[in-house]
């Protein structure tokens, strides 16, 4: 398919955890965003790259939070020391022109 | 900064009548103005979006919007609602970076 696609599509871990979340964004696409989509807190931006770059980290809410992408594609999210509160769904959407195209998520439970 | 109000969390709607989703936003830029929906265990898909010209969009399935620059809102309407619309509404605003969601609404036809 040509869509953004992430893996997986959920994750159980314990509390105090590292997790690794993936995403590919559509071929072409330099553009590419995560999100976190929490009942407590709704859909909320974490992370964007321009290419490998990452101009804005202001929505990752601590420094357990950690992003990279390498060749200007595949993106990683990772959550060091998982706690309660980062159970989410993780979205991941890549950016053509003014639209930008949402993958599935990665459910995250941590118990 | 921007930020997106959607004032109604739930809007319960019987089945063939009309709804109107509202959204308002605030921005010190110009802004490009999006819904997205999001269908039960589904992931967010774009229903329609402004990003210039005609103040009225439209999708595909007869939803519409209204930008409205001096009110600043972006609400949405259907003269006549189905089952099958049955979701989660995000109204959403981008500087071209990053999108600001607002906390969603939750439209629920009745049969």
């Known amino acids: 398919g040509a869509g953004v696609s992430q893996s997986p599509s959920n994750k159980v871990t314990e509390k105090g955890k590292d997790v690794e979340l993936r995403c590919d964004p559509i071929?072409?696409?330099?553009?590419l965003y995560w999100y976190r989509q929490s009942l407590g807190q709704g859909l909320e931006f974490l992370i964007y790259?321009?290419?490998?770059?990452?101009?804005?980290k202001s929505g990752l809410p601590s420094d357990r939070f950690s992003a990279e992408r390498t060749g200007g594609s595949v993106s990683t999210l990772t959550i060091q020391r998982t706690q309660q509160e980062d159970s989410a769904v993780y979205l991941c959407?890549?950016?053509?022109?003014?639209?930008?195209?949402f993958g599935p998520g990665t459910r995250l439970t941590v118990l | 900064a921007q930020s997106v109000t959607q004032l109604d969390s739930q809007v319960p709607v019987f089945e063939e009548a009309p709804v109107e989703l509202r959204c308002n936003y605030s921005s010190s830029v110009s802004v490009y103005l999006f819904w997205y929906v999001q269908y039960p265990n589904q992931g967010l898909q774009l229903l329609l979006k402004y990003l210039s010209g005609s103040t009225l969009v439209e999708s595909i399935n007869g939803f519409e919007a209204e930008f409205n620059k001096s009110q600043t809102s972006f609400h949405l309407r259907k003269p006549s609602v189905h089952i099958s619309d049955t979701a989660e509404y995000f109204c959403?605003?981008?500087?071209?970076?990053?999108?600001?969601f607002g906390t969603g609404t939750r439209l629920t036809i009745i049969p």
């Open positions: 959407a890549s950016r053509n022109y003014n639209e930008q195209f």
């Open positions: 071929s072409g696409h330099t553009a």
């Open positions: 959403a605003v981008s500087d071209n970076e990053k999108l600001t």
């Open positions: 790259f321009q290419g490998n770059s990452a101009p804005d």
